[in-house]
């Protein structure tokens, strides 16, 4: 018996030596390892949507993310970042493996796509509707402030303005001042189709609704 017992614990002892040996071995080739980066996105996004970066690196512990347009670093592993301008970038990725300081660097490039310079152009002066003729005048759009607002000028009174936003080819002028000296307000909608913006929008002020229609072809 004494012998017997002697042969079992020689025998756990071998084996929990074995297992050790084993997890010391599979823990070393994880630590070991070099980082292998990778990540995808959307080849083209619109500006000012949200862009979701999808890490699928391995081997890697630490993440570095550069977005192309001079913004800070994002140690994120897999972030969501909103560009602010239009343009073509290239977006880096640095993968590590903090146990051996070995890197690898994974770049793509991403077309962020402004969807209103379609828009962006001088007009003609009406050319049908009740606008068109003597009563219209050249009408312009620029870009506005925000992603998805452009500056329509010229739209009814030469040298005033008003507000819309762009969504696909249509363009929407919410309710806002028109001629606040004369408490007149605006409101109406558009569309684009081709080089021709058809746009009907109500003026408003303490007595009178005027609806007003007019087409414009870009110069």
């Known amino acids: 018996m004494k012998n017997s017992k002697s042969l079992f614990l020689t025998l756990c002892a071998s084996a929990l030596l074995i297992i050790t040996s084993l997890s010391a071995c599979k823990k070393d080739d994880k630590d070991t390892a070099a980082p292998v980066a990778c990540f995808s996105i959307c080849d083209t996004v619109a500006l000012g949507q949200p862009v979701s970066f999808t890490n699928c690196s391995e081997h890697a512990t630490q993440f570095a993310w550069q977005f192309g347009d001079g913004s800070t670093i994002s140690a994120a592993q897999s972030p969501t970042y909103t560009y602010t301008q239009a343009g073509t970038y290239t977006v880096i990725l640095v993968a590590t493996n903090t146990n051996t300081a070995k890197t690898e660097t994974k770049s793509k490039t991403i077309v962020v796509a402004d969807p209103r310079t379609k828009f962006v152009s001088p007009y003609s002066t009406a050319e049908q509707g009740s606008l068109s003729g003597a009563d219209g005048y050249d009408l312009s ?12 000028n010229n739209i009814y009174d030469e040298g005033l303005f008003v507000k819309a936003t762009i969504s696909g080819n249509t363009i929407t002028i919410p309710t806002q001042n028109y001629d606040a000296a004369n408490g007149i307000t605006i409101v109406g909608s558009g569309s684009l189709s081709g080089n021709k913006i058809n746009i009907t929008y109500t003026l408003t002020n303490s007595t009178n609704n005027d609806v007003v229609t007019g087409i414009w072809t870009k110069k």
């Open 141 to 152: 759009i620029v870009l506005g402030t925000t992603p998805n607002e452009v500056i329509i």
